[in-house]
């Protein structure tokens, strides 16, 4: 039984709530939000308690572990602290916007012994992992071709997209991440291009809004990522790996199977599923138990801090190759 | 908050055990099975008391609930002490393999004014209840066929199949009630056939292991059935609904989506999911939510008692058409 | 290379017209129709000659063989007079709507040892073929349960339906053929329900337009079809073959392979092909290749006079099981 | 009636005089090849002469067209002397694999007012077709990305390749053409990476077999091509289009619709076509059709000399951007 302290009460904060609560290996121990209220009825509705302050829930000996979903901004401070007090860390993505924090941050807790994993929840989507799977087990041979193709509903407020990092480092860091969990090798060299197509103003912000990547490996896999931050049919999520034995495609769910056949169309589907919290909840859940496993067990959790720095140095390579119209070479 | 005793505690009582214990809005108050060890493995495992027996069980007020999970002929008994208890029943199916029994516990129970649900989760699955909603909704028009295909992964051990029933009132009943479902309507007249395919000891049995029903309404819809004791590539569960507007067909599910690509083949996926209790997951757990909100909602549930009673009429019916020839006409 | 008569110059002549002009192996020298102006169209179209009357193609020892196209009343006599006159016979289903008159002609031609071959296309759509080639290669194992989906977009006016010979004589004829070539062996036993759900007008001709059919064989299979006269999304035709090692399953297929994705459905293609001319195209042409190979190659063509009549007598049993709510036993 | 010189009577050109020779429009005159026995062969298949040169052919009033599938080497030559003899051009891709020749060859044949066609074949396959409809009819909305797989089934041999041009003049040309004919405007910079995979010769011809590009449009909309020169699994072909209001995938046919379930898959299909000559067998015939077509209505071409010159600049480009890691801006 792992206790838990959750810092952050927002939306995704309130998702991990349910799943810690709802787990049968974890307790909601404390919550904490500097918006008190949001802290309190999270708290209120899961039966934990509020934490006044951070250091509350720190500083209390029967708290095994933190699970951080507050704004990207706190992340390096409260894993810092939470490292220092010998708290195992569950912290979402991303680490932070700034390569140059992430780096101080990797040598504060470089010394503290404590279990860290960062919330590449997609990693753990049963038909990415399968993907993932083929490539592990050899059923697709020596990996050429990677396709990931990423596409958000909806545009977010521009008030988000301001603090957001832009595309790469708030959108397509998932897919970064996704490539290297696939690549099983790290990639070398990177190419971009990206335009503004959904909304206007997210040029008055230097972000685009619409992007294309291709990255290399040292073996010569290539990779593409594609990302469109609107999407009208959904969330469409694919991950596709071509080898030279043959190639998986992680295709869309949709929420039932039903098939419609009308005048107009044939096997037609339900949309699908509109947003990560839907699309991606088996994956948060495995993503708990996994990380709770791996704290128990005494094993390093599956996506590391590290993991979550190369994804940035990713998104901040394909932000210089956008600019310069050059490719970047990479390096960890 | 609904407070359940649950009895029996073999494969499908430990199933409920798990559910009702997760669920938020039920408490699993006490177990019992005939097998004490069983019943006291599975409290345990979910801090529920054991019930020393049935009345203990049934008479503590602060039991709201049975769910009556044991073997088919102790239902009947169980849903009349319970009903004469005032308790809310949730039971499996079938009622009773004998009609007669069935009619008779009617009768006991007609001046008990307690809500009573009878378990064919199937209406619950997700996929399924959208056909039936196509049909609801208009959008396949008036229904002229419905077509359900239900197939067993393996044959049940032979001493199972002695007591179950037979092929109708044990496995195609689900699709009877399928059928009740998706029509709207009451069949009125069902020819049969059928064939020991999967194991010659069926035959001993006076049973068969491969069957095919066809029915008609009032109206004039047609409704076909076909049942296989054996399925080498999983559970296989489809509905098929046609109307003058078009068709729906609930498909089967798979555990992902991931497409496989080879040298021998095209948009492989994986195997279908097993059986009932990995198919109709979803299905059991909108069960338990359904029966409960009608309970604390005091409307009658979804899936009477008069529901189970029809489905073994149809069973019945099979079974002298399948000896007979001839087409039977249905009286509820 | 094969010269061909052509009897009848319909819509179902005219296109085998076009095939037989088209063909490497095959001269189109007469088309006779009692139409004159339909036959001189056509046969001006293609370069062949009007034949004023049956007689002068069968006389002219240039032709090979005939290909019946005229309507099904004509079928006997032209079968009976081509054989006499020694031409290999291709000619459309049914033979005729008559048992008796089917039986005195095969008496009549009983010792003309020409070519005969039914025009039951279907055995040669290639996704229908590969199900049988997987019965035949034994990748579905032993068959047990056959079910045949056979819906037409639309029902034919009534003045043509009065002397069609009724739904199962017409239209399931064909699906009567297609499970004795899925089956592999003879259909003993058969039950029927059908409906007037299309067209109320069809209950004055003492016809349904909406059937279902169950038949088993000796072995035991089980084989269901399912007609429907109109059908809004297309001409819908499928084969589906279960059997102990596995199931395969004939699909409709579609013109494009295009998907579309929008707000309201998700991997939609585009409606089925509308009807048998377009649906069919490539099973038309690989008849007429298979027809001409047989007899340059002295082989018995591969479906033959007795293929037709015993499909015309599940037809007329059909009719039997459905007015009598019994089931028939077959005699061939 | 449009009579043909046919150029070339190698694998592809073979394919071209059974396609002249069976349409209905088309009659087959002439065959010319530099080796005299395949001219030969072919020429007494389809009854058509054997030219003794290619000024016999062209010299020849009676021929209106020429049908260029020789080497690549003889296009510029052949095109430049066929539209001074006044003749309809249907030419093989590419043009030549030397832009420099092919603006020569612009300016010699300015001032020739005979009808030019390329022979990208892929625009008139009927689901990227469709595809391309969807954009036109406003289906998908503005267009945003395009996505366009493009994967052989196996590496010629390595003399072939020696010659070929390399990857981008000789098989990326295929998509460049797609990607234009799509997007509706043209590309304005490209991004290219690319890999030695399928076989260590590749490298030596200073080449590579796989490779991915980027281009972007004036509009923004951007357009990814990924090339491999072997696929295991089939000749896989793929463009899906996304806009502001859906999208669209042209996906892969295969022979059959049949789908196997079996205890290791569900829903399989069988592999994909092997290679062009199968895959492209309708948009060859639908080529030919449309060019047959354009002439006799004396209307351009739908795919002109231009576009056979902009596809090799976009080739070209990518070399360029391959070689040096940098964007390449195009100008035609």
Redesign the interface.
């Given at each position: 039984m792992l206790r838990f302290a959750l810092f952050g009460a927002g939306r995704i904060g309130r998702m991990h709530a349910a799943e810690l609560a709802?787990h049968p290996d974890a307790e909601l121990s404390y919550i904490y939000d500097v918006y008190d209220s949001a802290a309190r009825e999270t708290a209120y509705k899961h039966g934990a308690k509020v934490a006044a302050d951070v250091a509350t829930a720190l500083n209390d000996a029967a708290v095994d572990a933190v699970l951080i979903a507050s704004p990207t901004d706190t992340h390096v401070d409260l894993i810092t602290r939470a490292a220092r007090a010998g708290k195992a860390i569950l912290c979402e993505k991303p680490i932070d916007l700034d390569i140059d924090r992430v780096n101080a941050c990797r040598e504060e807790i470089a010394s503290c012994d404590v279990p860290i994993q960062i919330g590449f929840n997609r990693r753990y989507d049963?038909?990415h992992r399968?993907?993932r799977e083929?490539v592990g087990n050899g059923?697709v041979g020596?990996v050429?071709?990677v396709?990931i193709?990423s596409?958000d509903p909806g545009l977010a407020p521009i008030e988000i997209l301001r603090t957001s990092g832009g595309l790469f480092r708030d959108m397509m860091i998932h897919d970064f991440d996704m490539a290297r969990f696939i690549l099983g090798e790290e990639p070398v060299?990177l190419?971009?291009?990206?335009?503004?197509?959904?909304d206007p103003r997210v040029a008055e912000l230097d972000d685009v809004d619409?992007?294309?990547?291709?990255?290399?490996t040292a073996s010569?896999?290539?990779c593409?990522i594609?990302c469109?931050r609107?999407?009208?049919?959904?969330y469409?999520q694919r991950v596709e790996v071509?080898g030279?034995?043959?190639?998986?495609?992680?295709?869309?769910?949709?929420?039932?199977?039903?098939?419609?056949?009308?005048?107009?169309?044939?096997?037609?589907?339900?949309?699908?599923l509109n947003f990560f919290i839907e699309r991606y909840a088996q994956a948060y859940r495995h993503q708990l138990d996994d990380f709770i496993a791996a704290v128990e067990q005494s094993r390093t959790p599956a996506v590391t801090f590290e993991d979550g720095r190369r994804a940035l140095i990713l998104a901040d390579a394909a932000g210089v190759a956008l600019k310069t119209?050059?490719?970047v070479k990479l390096e960890f």
């Open positions: 709802a049963p038909s399968s993907a083929a059923e020596r050429e071709e396709i193709t596409r060299e190419v971009a291009m990206g335009s503004v197509l959904v619409t992007a294309m990547v291709i990255m290399t010569g896999a290539l593409h594609n469109s609107r999407c009208v049919y959904g469409d071509f030279d034995k043959g190639m998986v495609l992680s295709a869309n769910p949709t929420a039932t199977t039903l098939e419609r056949y009308s005048a107009s169309a044939t096997q037609a589907r339900e949309p699908l119209g050059r490719s």
